[in-house]
């Protein structure tokens, strides 16, 4: 796209067909388009935390503004992040076979990078499911089928494809995941909520994963006079890893912290036409199933000093012959040893004994 050969982390300037122009770092050409990162639109100072692609047809012109630092030229130069994740990339792929994924971005939240990777197989399992889904568009057996599979889960992830405003509140399309199954509720055929259903969104089983729960809390209270409990907002748990109460969407969030195929695009659809074409059933199912993966990665990380606590515990336990000594050696304070310890613990149940003697 441009007149020049690109070369990775060159700064360019993409002028839009709609007049916009955005400066950022160049990572690759797709089939589709450019991508890029670190993008940032003129007369603006906020820079986008993922990856982008501009495709060809909203593309005018692409010019180069400065290019990329070059690499070390030492015979023993370490290669620089980038280079290194290039390598693995290019590795991996010719070994695997794997789907081509752009160069991976490290996102790093108190010093722990945490983009999770998906495998071949990972991505197939993601797309078999979202094309065998449960479309419930009327109160008949498969409605009540899943009622019944979602009073029996702990966690289930509910995602509103329609957008909620106060004065003009819609029934939505409700896309709700399990661990197995993946259920999509069109609200605006159902009508009004049945008493199972709010039982379901209100009861503390399941759990609700949800992004950005205040939109749908909304609907359900004043709407179907229904409450939401016991719910885990992704978007809650990013504004508290990034100590900061920026606003992101769910597809940027997804960006953020998965690294997907370039393909795995989630387009918008215009939800309030009936009836609803196949493309976007499979991505109301896409948005759920990621937002499924999205809770149990940020539990990875929310309890990542947890999991590395219990490492060192394992790893001290077999080297120890007594409980007491386990304790002192990973606090690291000096102790008297097992015997010790035994012997003053006689003298102290001895101690009590004559007490209680006294008193009789």
């Known amino acids: 796209m441009a007149k020049k050969p690109l070369e990775l982390d060159d700064k360019i300037l993409i002028e839009l067909n709609g007049g916009r122009c955005v400066t950022c770092d160049y990572i690759r050409e797709s089939k589709d388009g450019i991508v890029v990162r670190n993008s940032k639109e003129a007369g603006s100072e906020k820079i986008a935390p993922y990856n982008q692609t501009f495709y060809k047809t909203e593309v005018k012109r692409v010019r180069l503004i400065q290019k990329a630092t070059p690499p070390a030229t030492q015979d023993n130069a370490i290669p620089s992040t980038s280079q290194q994740q290039q390598n693995v990339l290019s590795a991996n792929n010719n070994a695997t076979g794997a789907i081509p994924k752009s160069p991976h971005v490290e996102t790093v939240v108190n010093g722990t990078v945490v983009k999770k990777e998906f495998n071949e197989r990972g991505i197939e399992e993601i797309q078999h499911r979202t094309r065998n889904t449960v479309h419930i568009a009327q109160h008949d057996d498969k409605y009540h089928n899943a009622i019944k599979d979602l009073k029996q889960q702990e966690i289930i992830a509910v995602h509103s494809e329609s957008k909620f405003g106060r004065l003009d509140m819609k029934r939505p399309v409700l896309s709700i995941s399990t661990t197995a199954n993946v259920y999509i509720f069109d609200m605006l055929r159902l009508g009004a909520m049945k008493k199972e259903m709010k039982e379901v969104m209100s009861s503390d089983l399941p759990r609700k994963v949800v992004h950005g729960s205040s939109g749908l809390a909304d609907y359900l209270q004043h709407k179907e ?97 007594h409980q007491v000594d386990l304790m002192m050696m990973y606090n690291n304070k000096e102790h008297p040893g097992s015997e010790e310890i035994e012997l003053n613990a006689m003298e102290h149940l001895n101690t009590e004994l004559q007490l209680l003697d006294v008193k009789q």
Not at 237 to 256: G, R
Not at 277 to 305: E, G, T, V
């Open 225 to 321: 006079n229904c409450a939401l409990n016991n719910v885990f907002d992704t978007l809650l748990v990013d504004f508290n890893l990034k100590k900061s109460h920026e606003y992101i969407t769910l597809p940027e969030c997804y960006m953020k912290y998965f690294e997907l195929p370039d393909d795995f695009v989630l387009q918008s659809f215009d939800y309030s036409v009936r009836p609803l074409p196949k493309n976007a059933l499979i991505r109301a199912a896409l948005n759920s199933i990621l937002l499924m993966k999205l809770y149990w990665h940020m539990n990875d990380i929310l309890l990542k000093p947890i999991f590395t606590a219990s490492k060192e515990f394992a790893k001290i336990y077999p080297n120890v012959e």
